[in-house]
């Protein structure tokens, strides 16, 4: 069994990954993705930065269909992914994390503007629609938020990422709107791969770390030291919580996310 780990945001490198070797650049027909092979956790994993060392990819660079697809070439069971957030709950206390159970993604379409498939050629085979009540993987999920308790991380179970378009961060009207479709979190990079995984008929599930208060949340804006201090305090507690999540993955329990009703 092999476990895709998607990092963004702080954590450029898997903590207590043990590396066969250098990140290898997989070629797929949406580019090429760096996936680093190694073992973590007593499981063998296949890692992920999607904005590579250096933050080299700002969220409207990162490549999510290569991403995706580089994992699944690698073959890939399940997939768990990590995403520093904004909170739009005042109820979320900054530093905890959220495993989500919803997705608030509207506009479907990656970085550059074009739709969000892996399925980009007319009569292409495998072309059609997934369809699912919920977009992430309850065993992953479950496994998630067993993870942080194990280490000691206070987690809220369910809530529903908001993919908003970056790099720049949100208005306060903006905000609002988001909460009134019952947003929790706001982030810039997991939406597409939401949608590209459950495409690509792999488990995926997602976790988050609030390091700010989005506009407007509360009277006083979080000070741009304590986004920072956060994001830099986000890979322990990331690595802590799948090192503890990984070992309980089963794969006889994986399965894919929903359906997908093909016009093959």
């Known amino acids: 069994m092999k476990i895709g780990i998607l990092t963004g945001s702080g954590t450029y490198a898997l903590p207590g990954i043990e590396a066969v070797g250098e990140p290898e650049f997989v070629e797929t027909r949406y580019g090429s993705a760096p996936v680093t092979t190694g073992h973590f956790a007593g499981a063998e994993v296949l890692h992920v930065s999607r904005h590579r ?29 990590v995403t520093v957030c904004g909170a739009l709950d005042a109820n979320i206390s900054l530093g905890s994390l959220v495993v989500f159970d919803d997705l608030h993604f509207l506009a479907n379409r990656l970085p550059d503007g074009s739709i969000c498939t892996l399925y980009t050629e007319a009569g292409e085979k495998g072309r059609g629609h997934w369809i699912y009540e919920r977009p992430f993987s309850q065993h992953l999920r479950e496994a998630l938020l067993a993870g942080a308790q194990d280490a000691e991380r206070y987690v809220v179970d369910g809530g529903c990422y908001g993919h908003v378009d970056g790099p720049r961060f949100n208005t306060k ?79 006889d329990k994986l399965e894919p996310v929903g359906t997908f009703f093909r016009f093959d």
């Not at 990162?62 to 890939?76: D, F, M, R, Y």
């Not at 804006?221 to 690595?239: H, K, Q, Y």
């Open 173 to 251: 009207s903006e905000i609002r709107m988001l909460q009134n479709c019952g947003v929790s979190v706001v982030s810039q990079t997991a939406g597409p791969e939401t949608v590209l995984a459950g495409e690509a008929e792999i488990p995926y599930a997602l976790l988050g770390y609030a390091t700010d208060y989005a506009n407007g949340v509360k009277a006083e804006a979080t000070p741009v030291e304590e986004l920072i201090r956060l994001i830099e305090a986000s890979g322990a507690t990331f690595a802590a919580t799948l090192a503890a999540a990984v070992p309980r993955i089963e794969r």
């Open 53 to 81: 060392p250096g933050h080299e990819l700002l969220s409207s660079m990162v490549t999510h269909q290569a991403n995706i697809a580089a994992l699944k070439e690698c073959g890939a069971d399940a997939i768990l992914s």
